[in-house]
């Protein structure tokens, strides 16, 4: 039987990783779509989907979500499959 601390402690949890998993997956879609424009060759559509997924990049960086790292690699990747675009 957990104690109530332990009890607490795996709300939260739940509470985080339910916070995290959204943010991860809003972050995914964004780029998905962003893929979608580069592959129509729709540079408009293409610039504004970067824009949006570096918001997104910066903001779960800046949470704690996703290593600052990892979000720098990311938004190169993608300015990198822009560039090519254009």
Request: no cysteine.
């Amino acid at each position: 039987m957990a104690n109530r601390s332990a009890e607490k402690r795996e709300r939260q949890n739940v509470k985080r990783r339910m916070h995290n998993r959204m943010i991860k997956s809003s972050v995914r879609t964004q780029i998905k779509k962003f893929d979608a424009a580069v592959q129509a060759k729709d540079k408009d559509a293409a610039k504004t989907a970067m824009d949006l997924s570096f918001k997104l990049l910066d903001s779960a960086a800046s949470k704690g979500v996703l290593h600052k790292n990892t979000a720098s690699r990311k938004k190169s990747r993608l300015y990198k499959a822009f560039a090519k675009l254009a």
